[in-house]
T-cell receptor, first 116, second 113 residues
């Protein structure tokens, strides 16, 4: 079955530690995205990548880093510089942005990160 | 700046009844797409319905329909014959040519048996 997987589902981190969230897709999508969701707020874009080896900052990139070495994978690292990392993180993907005027984003099941 | 406003943090509806969720947005773009996403307790984001801004006809998907008022920048979602499985958070969002989604803060809908 085609889809997006995120692991782990729940993640705990001690304050001051870096942690990496996994996102893998087998939909053959070119574009991938990371969102953060906090209670009472909508999703906010952290980083996005439209092609392998290229990515751009979203609205709240500070304290986060990403890589895009493979088309299928777009891991997100939450660094110790992120002041309030406890949140729900969602990964999404879509077909090539330039393929048309609209490209639906498909979402993974999410990872709940808690800083202890 | 692109903004999306959902003014109803919580709503409830009796099973089989109809409910309307409100959404307004602000953008200087002339070409964009509007969406309603559903997030059930599993937290999986599911696309409910979408509307192209250049189309005047309101989109419909089974029990879900929208009332798109472009001049007023309003995009409400109507759910007919509400079912228990409709209980979820509903997010309004729009997408510009840059392919990035902008989300509202969500409306928590509870369907009462």
């Amino acid at each position: 079955d085609g889809g997006i997987t995120q692991s782990p589902k729940y993640l705990f981190r001690k304050e001051g530690q870096n942690v990496t969230l996994s996102c893998e897709q087998n939909l053959n999508h070119d574009a991938m995205y990371w969102y953060r969701q906090d209670p009472g707020q909508g999703l906010r874009l952290i980083y996005y990548s439209q092609i392998v080896n290229d990515f751009q900052k979203g609205d709240i990139a500070e304290g986060y880093s990403v890589s895009r070495e493979k088309k299928e994978s777009f891991p997100l690292t939450v660094t110790s510089a992120q002041k309030n990392p406890t949140a729900f993180y969602l990964c999404a993907s879509s077909i090539a942005p330039l393929a048309g005027p609209y490209n639906e984003q498909f979402f993974g099941p999410g990872t709940r990160l808690t800083v202890l | 700046a692109q903004t999306v406003t959902q003014s109803q943090p919580e709503m409830s509806v009796q099973e089989a009844e109809t409910v309307t969720l409100s959404c307004t947005y602000d953008t200087s773009e002339s070409n964009y797409y509007l969406f309603w996403y559903k997030q059930p307790p599993s937290r999986q984001m599911i696309l409910v319905i979408r509307q192209e801004a250049y189309k005047q006809q309101n989109a419909t998907e089974n029990r879900f329909s929208v009332n798109f008022q472009k001049a007023a920048k309003s995009f409400s979602l109507k759910i007919s014959d509400s079912q228990l499985g409709d209980t979820a958070m509903y997010f309004c969002a729009f997408q510009t040519g840059a392919n990035n989604l902008f989300f509202g803060t969500g409306t928590r809908l509870t369907v009462i048996p």
